[in-house]
C-alpha cells in the first residue's frame, strides 16, 4: 500500500470557521491531489501540486486553498467554511511512471460536516 | 457537465454469476479509462485500466471492454464473489494531461452469496 495519510479522518465544524486538511506521503512522489466524493457526483478534483509550490486548480476550486511547501506534505484549505463543502476529502498521488496512465493512490479519506 | 456518466447507481447479482458494470463518456479526447473499487470508509483502489488503443484489457476475473465509437466501456466480473461487493467507480483521463482523473459517479456492487 501507498504510504498516505490523512488527518483529521472526521471533523465536524460550523459555517465560516476556517479548516485545514493535511495529506502527508512517505513514497516521495511528485504528484498529489485532493478530490472530494459526494453521493451523485463520483469524485471531484480540487486542487493538485506537480512539484513543490507548484499548484493548480481543479474542475471544483472555489472556496478552497492549497499549500505544498514539502514534498511529502499537501495541505487543502478551507478559508470559511460553508455547508456545500460537507463531503468526504480524498488525497492521492502518482508517481512519475504512472503520470500519462491516471493511476493513483488514494489515501482513506476525511470526513468533514459543516454544521 | 458530466463527462464521465454510470447511469447504474447500483447492480445486485447472484455469487458466482457475472457482474457487468457499465460507463459512458462524452470527450473524445480521452485516451486513458481506468475503473477504482471502493470499500466504505476506505480510499478507492485501482482496478483495471486500459488504453484507447485497445478494446479490451484482462485481468483475472476482470476484463474491461472499449468500444471507443459508441464511447462506452464495461467492467466484467466473472465470477463475482461476495467480496466484490463495493462501489465501482469509472474514470477516464486525456495522458496529455497527466493524472487529472474525471470520475462518473459510481455504482454500488452487490453479490448476493
Known amino acids: 500500500d501507498a504510504g498516505i495519510t490523512q488527518s483529521p479522518r472526521h471533523k465536524v465544524t460550523e459555517t465560516g470557521t476556517p479548516v485545514t486538511l493535511r495529506c502527508h506521503q512517505t513514497e516521495n512522489h511528485r504528484y498529489m491531489y485532493w478530490y472530494r466524493q459526494d453521493p451523485g457526483h463520483g469524485l471531484r478534483l480540487i486542487h493538485y501540486?506537480?512539484?513543490?509550490?507548484?499548484?493548480d486548480k481543479g474542475e471544483v476550486s472555489d472556496g478552497y486553498s492549497v499549500s505544498r511547501s514539502k514534498t511529502e506534505d499537501f495541505l487543502l484549505t478551507l478559508e470559511s467554511a460553508t455547508s456545500s463543502q460537507t463531503s468526504v476529502y480524498f488525497c492521492a498521488i502518482s508517481a512519475i511512471r504512472t503520470r500519462n496512465t491516471g493511476e493513483l493512490f488514494f489515501g482513506e479519506g476525511s470526513r468533514l460536516t459543516v454544521l | 457537465d458530466q463527462q464521465v456518466k454510470q447511469n447504474s447507481p447500483s447492480l445486485s447479482v447472484q455469487e458466482g454469476r457475472i457482474s457487468i458494470l457499465n460507463c459512458d463518456y462524452t470527450?473524445?479526447?480521452?485516451?486513458?479509462f481506468l475503473w477504482y473499487k471502493k470499500y466504505p470508509a476506505e480510499g478507492p483502489t485501482f482496478l483495471i485500466s486500459?488504453?484507447?488503443?485497445?478494446d479490451k484489457n484482462e485481468d483475472g476475473r476482470f476484463t474491461v471492454f472499449l468500444n471507443k465509437s459508441a464511447k462506452h466501456l464495461s467492467l466484467h466480473i466473472v465470477p463475482s464473489q461476495p467480496g466484490d461487493s463495493a462501489v465501482y467507480f469509472c474514470a477516464a483521463s486525456v495522458r496529455a494531461s497527466g493524472s487529472r482523473l474525471t470520475f462518473g459517479e459510481g455504482t454500488q456492487l452487490t453479490v448476493n452469496p
Open positions: 486500459i488504453s484507447s488503443i485497445k
Open positions: 501540486s506537480y512539484g513543490v509550490k507548484d499548484t
Open positions: 470527450n473524445s479526447m480521452f485516451d486513458y
